[in-house]
C-alpha cells in the first residue's frame, strides 16, 4: 500500500477515537438551546399573539453568547461543590450547565407566554445563560481531551452534532408541535408545551455523554506554574495575608493571566493573530445577513430555500466539516487555514454567478452546496487554529475571548450591508463580499511564515 493511502487511512482512523465520537453527542447537546431561544421561540410568540417589537426584543437574550468570555474565568478556575471531587472540573461544568437547560426548558414548556410572558422570558434567560455555560466548558474539555492533530476531527464532529441539533430544535420542534392534536384554535399553548417538553428531554443526550467520558488531563507548564507562584509572591511582598493573599492570587490567575499567558507566548506575534481571528470568517459574516432577502429578491420560495438549506446546505456544511478534519491531519492545519480561507471567498462570487441566472432552484443548490462545503472546511481548520492558540492552564477564558474578536468586526461590518446592496447592487456586494477575503489570505500567510521561525 503506497505511503499516500497509509496516510489517508490513518487520517480516517481519527474519527473512531472514543472522544472523537463523544463529541458528537456532546456538539449535539450544545447545538440544541440556541434555536429554542432565538427562532423557534419566536415563532411560537408569535403564534400566542406577542406583538412583534416585543419579539425583536426578546431576541437579545441571544447576548448571552457574545458575553460570555465575563464569566469563563469561573468556569475555568472555579472548583464546584461536590461535582468537581467525583467529575473533575470540566464535566462538573457541563453536567451542571446541561441539566439547568433541561430544567429551564421543561420551565418554558410549562409556561404559557400568552398568560405569562415575564416568566417566558426569564427561563428563555435562563437556557441561554446556562447554554453559553455549557459552550465555554466544552470547548475547554475539546481543547484538552486531545493532541492539536485530533483537533480537526474534534472540531468536524462537534459540527456535524452542532448541526443536527439545529435542525431538530427548528423544524423537528416545529414538527412536534404540529403534529400534536389540536384543538383547532389558531392558539394551542398544548402543542409547544409538548414540543419544548421532548427538547428538553434530549438534553440527556448531552447528560449521558458527561457521564460516560473520561476528565481530560490538564497539560500545565513549569512555566506557567512558576509564573503564578511568582504572582503570588507579589502580593505576599505587598503585605497581603490569609483570604485576602488567596483572593487576588485567584483572581490574579483567573483573569489577568490569561491575557499576561497569550502575550508573553506570542509577543509581537500577538497582534498578527488577534488580526487574523477578527477577520477570517468575515467574507462569510458580511455575505451571510443579506443571503434571504437575495433568496427573495430571485423569486425563491420559503419552501425552496428552506428545502434547498436544510437538505443540501446541511449535508455540505457536515461533509466540509469532515473533509476539514481530514485535510488537517493530512496537510497541516495551516495549509487547510489557508485552502479554506481560499474557497470561503471563492464561493461568494458564486452568487454573483446565481445573480444572473435568476430563479433557477438547480443554481440554487449548486451554489448553497458549494458555499456550505467550503464553510464546513474553513470551520474546522479555525476552529483547530484557536484551540492550538491556548494554554491548557486557560482554555475555557482564552477560547472564550478568541470567539468575541472573532464576530466584533465582521458583525459590524455587517450592518452596513443592506446600504451596500441598495447603492450598488447585489452583483457588485457579493464581488465585495469575496474581495474582503483577500486580506485574510495575506494574514494566514503571514503568521504561515511566523510559525516556521
Not at 473533575?88 to 429551564?104: D, E, M, N, P, Y
Not at 437575495?294 to 428545502?307: C, I, L, P, R
Not at 452583483?427 to 504561515?448: E, R
Amino acid at each position: 500500500m503506497s505511503n499516500a493511502a497509509t496516510n489517508w487511512q490513518t487520517a480516517f482512523k481519527a474519527y473512531s477515537h472514543p472522544r472523537v465520537i463523544g463529541m458528537l453527542f456532546l456538539g449535539f447537546s450544545a447545538g440544541l438551546p440556541l434555536l429554542l431561544v432565538l427562532g423557534t421561540l419566536s415563532f411560537w410568540l408569535s403564534e400566542a399573539g406577542i406583538a412583534r417589537a416585543t419579539i425583536g426584543h426578546l431576541s437579545w437574550v441571544g447576548l448571552a453568547y457574545g458575553v460570555k468570555f465575563l464569566w469563563s474565568p469561573l468556569v475555568d478556575r472555579l472548583n464546584l461543590p461536590i461535582l468537581t471531587a467525583r467529575l473533575g472540573r470540566r464535566r462538573a461544568w457541563l453536567l451542571l450547565s446541561q441539566v439547568c437547560i433541561a430544567a429551564a426548558l421543561l420551565g418554558m414548556a410549562n409556561n404559557d407566554p400568552a398568560l405569562n410572558l415575564t416568566h417566558t422570558v426569564f427561563f428563555a434567560l435562563a437556557v441561554a445563560f446556562a447554554s453559553a455555560t455549557q459552550d465555554i466548558a466544552l470547548d475547554a474539555y475539546r481543547i484538552e481531551a486531545v493532541e492539536i492533530e485530533m483537533q480537526g476531527a474534534m472540531a468536524a464532529t462537534y459540527q456535524a452534532g452542532y448541526r443536527i441539533a439545529m435542525i431538530t430544535a427548528g423544524a423537528g420542534a416545529l414538527w412536534i408541535a404540529a403534529s400534536v392534536a389540536s384543538s383547532g384554535a389558531h392558539y394551542d399553548f398544548h402543542q409547544w408545551q409538548v414540543a419544548y417538553a421532548v427538547m428538553a428531554g434530549l438534553m440527556c443526550v448531552g447528560i449521558f455523554t458527561t457521564l460516560m467520558i473520561r476528565e481530560p488531563e490538564r497539560k500545565i507548564s513549569k512555566l506557567t506554574a512558576d509564573n503564578e507562584a511568582h504572582a503570588r509572591e507579589k502580593f505576599a511582598a505587598l503585605g497581603l495575608t490569609g483570604t485576602l493573599l488567596d483572593v487576588a492570587t485567584w483572581l490574579h490567575a483567573a483573569v489577568l493571566s490569561p491575557f499576561i499567558d497569550f502575550i508573553r507566548r506570542f509577543k509581537w506575534q500577538a497582534a498578527l493573530i488577534l488580526a487574523l481571528i477578527a477577520v477570517y470568517r468575515i467574507s462569510d459574516v458580511v455575505m451571510g445577513v443579506m443571503s434571504n432577502p437575495f433568496y427573495q429578491e430571485m423569486g425563491f420560495t420559503k419552501d425552496e430555500v428552506a428545502t434547498v438549506s436544510k437538505v443540501y446546505g446541511v449535508v455540505m456544511t457536515i461533509a466540509g466539516a469532515g473533509l476539514g478534519g481530514l485535510l488537517i491531519i493530512r496537510i497541516g492545519m495551516m495549509r487547510t487555514l489557508m485552502l479554506g480561507a481560499v474557497l470561503s471567498a471563492a464561493t461568494n462570487l458564486l452568487f454573483v454567478w446565481l445573480a444572473g441566472h435568476g430563479h433557477d432552484v438547480g443554481a440554487l443548490v449548486f451554489t448553497i452546496s458549494a458555499d456550505n462545503l467550503a464553510g464546513g472546511i474553513a470551520s474546522s481548520a479555525f476552529v483547530a487554529y484557536l484551540s492550538s492558540l491556548t494554554n491548557q492552564a486557560y482554555s475555557a477564558t482564552q477560547y472564550a475571548l478568541f470567539t468575541s474578536v472573532m464576530l466584533l468586526l465582521p458583525k459590524f461590518i455587517a450592518g452596513f450591508s443592506g446600504e451596500f446592496v441598495d447603492a450598488y447592487g447585489w452583483a457588485n456586494f457579493f464581488t465585495g463580499t469575496a474581495m474582503l477575503g483577500v486580506p485574510v489570505l495575506l494574514l494566514v500567510w503571514l503568521a504561515m511564515r511566523s510559525q516556521k521561525r
